[in-house]
C-alpha cells in the first residue's frame, strides 16, 4: 500500500509545505486567474440559460468555452508540473526568466482565446449582458517572475523536507490548481435543452438520436467524439505489473486473462480529414463467473494509475481513492472521493472487494468492463468520463476510439502475460498513457 497514501511522510512536513504554497495564492496571478474562472463560468453559465438561446448559439458557446478552457488547463498544468516536479526544477533555477516568459506566453494564450472567441459568441447572444472585454489583464513576464520566484521556493522546501511525490500532488491540488480549474462543461449545471432525447451526457443541441445541429446550417449531423487532451507527464516511468485476483473467505484466487481483438475502431486525431483505424484489444477472462463473486484488483505501477468501470448509467472513476456508496441496493457500482492519483503499489479497493451484481436496470450485459489508465502524466478524469459518457459502443470501443494516436500500444509497452498477472514496461514510449480493458465474463 506505499502508493496510497503519504507513506511515512510526517503531516508537519505537508502542513508546512501547503503554508508556505499558499504564499503563491498571493501573487497578481492566482488573483486574477481566480476572478476570471468565477467571471467565465457565470457568464457562461447565464449565456446557456438565456430563453432567447438558439440549437446553434449554444453549440458554438459549448466549442468556445471548451476552446478557453483547454488554454487555461495548459497554464496551469505548466505551473503545476513545476511545482510537484524537482528534476525540472533544476533547468528553471537555472534560467528563470525563460520560465516566466513561458508562463506569460501561455496566460497571453487564454487571454487571446477568451478575448476573439468566447466574447464574440456571449454578445451575441441577446440578454447575456456581456460587455467587458478586458476580463483578463494583458501580464507580462515581469508579472510571472514574482510567481516563478514563489515555485522555487516551494520546490526548496520540497526537498529539504524530504517529501514524496504522493505527498506533495493532493497539496499542490488543494492550494493551487482546484481553486483555479475551469469546470467542465458538463459541469456547469446547464439544463439539457427541451429538445434533447437520448444520451443525457452530450452537452451539446440534441435531438431523437443523438444528431447535433452543424454550426452555420440547418443540416442535421451526428456529434463528434474529441480527442483526449494528455498533459505532459510529471513521472519518467511507466512500468510494473497487475493482476485480478478473486477472493473467497481468506483465499485468494488469480483470475485468467486472453488478449481478444474486436473490430477497427475510427479513432479521434488532431489531424483534419484523418480517418486512421487501430484494432479494439482487449483483455477477456478464460472463464465465466456468477453474480455474487468477489475481487480485487492489484496494481504496481511506477507511474499513476486510474480504473474506470462502465455501469449502466455511464462510465464512472473507481480509482484513485475509491470508496463504494452502498445506499444504491448493491446493484452496480457508485464512488466518490477526489482524484489525486499516487504511485507505487495498490489494491484496489483498499479494503474489502467488488461483487459481480445484477445491472440496476434488470438488463444484465455480458461481462463486467473495467479500463486501467496507466499514466505518466496526472489526467483530467473529469475531462475523460464527460468524452467517454458522450459517445456509443463498449467500454473498450470508448476507450479507443477517444485515445486514438495519443495512447501507448500494447506493443510499445511490451505488455506480456506471465503467470496469472500482466507485465508493462512503457518508459521509452513517446506517449503518456497505457489504457487496458479488462472483461469479467458473467455466467
Known amino acids: 500500500m506505499s502508493g496510497w497514501r503519504a507513506g511515512s511522510v510526517a503531516q508537519t512536513s505537508t502542513s508546512d509545505y501547503g503554508t508556505i504554497l499558499a504564499q503563491l495564492r498571493q501573487t497578481d496571478v492566482f488573483r486574477e486567474c481566480a476572478e476570471f474562472k468565477s467571471s467565465v463560468e457565470r457568464d457562461t453559465r447565464n449565456a446557456a440559460q438565456s430563453p432567447n438561446l438558439t440549437a446553434e448559439q449554444r453549440e458554438q458557446l459549448r466549442l468556445a468555452y471548451t476552446g478557453v478552457y483547454e488554454k487555461h488547463d495548459a497554464f496551469l498544468k505548466t505551473v503545476k508540473q513545476d511545482l510537484v516536479n524537482t528534476q525540472r526544477m533544476q533547468a528553471v533555477a537555472a534560467n528563470p526568466a525563460a520560465e516566466a516568459a513561458q508562463y506569460a506566453t501561455l496566460y497571453a494564450a487564454v487571454k487571446t482565446e477568451y478575448d476573439n472567441r468566447l466574447v464574440p459568441v456571449l454578445q451575441s447572444i441577446p440578454g447575456s449582458g456581456k460587455a467587458i472585454l478586458d476580463d483578463l489583464k494583458a501580464m507580462a513576464k515581469a508579472t510571472f517572475s514574482t510567481v516563478v520566484s514563489q515555485v522555487l521556493t ?22 493551487f490548481y482546484n481553486p483555479l480549474r475551469l469546470k467542465l462543461w458538463s459541469e456547469l449545471d446547464i439544463p439539457a435543452p427541451a429538445t434533447s432525447i437520448g444520451n443525457p ?8 438520436g443523438n444528431p447535433a445541429l452543424a454550426a452555420g446550417s440547418g443540416t442535421l449531423v451526428q456529434p463528434q467524439s474529441e480527442a483526449v487532451v494528455i498533459p505532459a507527464p510529471t513521472v519518467s516511468q511507466l512500468s510494473g505489473t497487475l493482476m485480478f485476483v478473486q477472493t473467497t473467505n481468506s483465499t485468494e484466487l488469480p483470475m485468467n486473462f486472453e488478449l481478444r481483438t474486436g473490430k477497427d475502431i475510427d479513432v479521434v486525431t488532431d489531424v483534419p480529414n484523418d ?3 487501430v484494432p479494439d ?10 453474480l455474487g463473486t468477489r475481487f480485487k484488483i492489484k496494481v504496481t505501477n511506477s507511474a499513476f494509475t ?3 468501470v462502465l455501469n449502466s448509467d455511464g462510465v464512472k472513476l473507481l480509482h484513485p481513492r475509491v470508496q463504494i456508496n452502498s445506499g444504491n441496493g448493491g446493484k452496480d457500482i457508485d464512488v466518490v472521493g477526489d482524484v489525486t492519483p499516487a504511485t507505487g503499489d495498490l489494491q484496489i479497493p483498499s479494503t474489502g472487494s467488488f461483487a459481480i451484481t445484477p445491472s440496476k436496470t434488470g438488463v444484465q450485459t455480458e461481462s463486467e468492463d473495467f479500463a486501467l489508465l496507466l499514466s505518466k502524466s496526472e489526467l483530467s478524469v473529469e475531462e475523460i468520463i464527460e468524452k467517454l459518457n458522450a459517445i456509443p459502443g463498449n467500454l473498450a470501443e470508448r476507450i479507443t476510439q477517444i485515445f486514438g494516436g495519443e495512447r501507448v500500444s500494447l506493443s510499445q509497452a511490451g505488455v506480456q502475460s506471465m503467470g496469472n498477472q500482466l507485465t508493462f514496461n512503457a518508459g521509452g514510449a513517446t506517449q503518456h498513457v497505457l489504457p487496458l480493458v479488462f472483461k469479467i465474463r458473467k455466467m
Open 281 to 290: 484489444l482487449y483483455f477477456t477472462t478464460s472463464e465465466a463467473y456468477p
Open 275 to 277: 480517418h486512421s483505424t
Open 154 to 175: 516551494n520546490v526548496t522546501t520540497r526537498i529539504q523536507q524530504k517529501l514524496t511525490l504522493n505527498a506533495v500532488l493532493p497539496v499542490v491540488n488543494e492550494q
Open 201 to 208: 451526457a452530450l452537452s451539446g443541441p440534441t435531438t431523437t
Open 306 to 308: 486510474y480504473v474506470l
